[in-house]
């Protein structure tokens, strides 16, 4: 079936901007994540939806990070006023609830490539 | 301390030896711990999960898990260079039994075989 797709593969954009990236996770998976990766490094988490609901937001660096799940499915992370800091790969992960044996299993989209110049 | 460390590495062995990975973890009451594989470039791919202690194989791949020394380590059988990638430790720091939350990475391993 088909995994986690992630939108747009790379992005591009100028300090100060505005951008918004899509997950849209495997079909059924009713836990959603995004993290970021920088080189070199593992991926941190920045927030966890179960359902439409942001269950744990605890990774957002400060207010200009945003995550949306409206219906419980598709999430766009948004990111204001855009910084040369926030240039990494972010990443969504999904996950079953409720299976017998599936013990918060995640299984990554492609990533999406921020830079911000 | 970190919250889940693993050796940088890089890790070199040749094709058809055991890789040993390994990763330590500080929370005592993490009950959920998986190994991805990253190649260059590419997301995470999983490839192991473990809960309970002691060794669990698939393929060549085998995970073992001490919950009394908080170390958790990924052995590979007959390593080929395919699988030369890093190797990412993740752990469910605020597990339950059934916990559903972040996971914590170690900043990985580079695995490479050399033929």
């Known amino acids: 079936g088909a995994g986690v797709s992630q939108t747009p593969s790379n992005k591009v954009t100028e300090k100060g901007k505005y951008v918004e990236l899509r997950c849209d996770p495997i079909s059924g998976h009713t836990a959603l994540y995004w993290y970021r990766q920088s080189l070199g490094q593992g991926p941190e988490f920045l927030i966890y939806?179960?359902?439409?609901?942001?269950?744990?937001d605890s990774g957002l660096p400060n207010d200009r990070f945003f995550a949306v799940r409206p219906e419980g499915s598709v999430s766009t992370l948004k990111i204001q006023r855009t910084e040369r800091g926030d240039s990494a790969v972010y990443l969504c992960?999904?996950?079953?609830?409720?299976?017998?044996?599936?013990?918060?299993?995640?299984?990554f989209g492609p990533g999406t490539r921020l830079t911000v110049l | 301390q970190k919250e889940v460390e693993q050796n940088s590495g890089p890790l070199s062995v040749p094709e058809g030896a055991i890789a040993s990975l390994n990763c330590t973890y500080s929370d005592r009451g993490s009950q959920s711990f998986f190994w991805y594989r990253q190649y260059s470039g590419k997301s995470p791919e999983l490839i192991m999960s473990i809960y309970s202690n002691g060794d669990k194989e698939d393929g060549r791949f085998t995970a073992q898990l001490n919950k009394a020394s908080q170390y958790v380590s990924l052995l590979i059988r007959d390593s080929q260079p395919s699988d030369s990638a890093t190797y990412l430790c993740?752990?469910?720091?605020?597990?339950?039994?059934?916990?559903?939350?972040?996971?914590?990475f170690g900043q990985g391993t580079i695995l490479t075989v050399h033929p």
């Open positions: 993740a752990v469910n720091i605020n597990a339950g039994g059934t916990s559903y939350g972040k996971l914590t």
């Open positions: 992960a999904s996950s079953p609830r409720g299976q017998v044996g599936s013990y918060n299993e995640q299984f």
């Open positions: 939806f179960q359902g439409t609901g942001a269950a744990d």
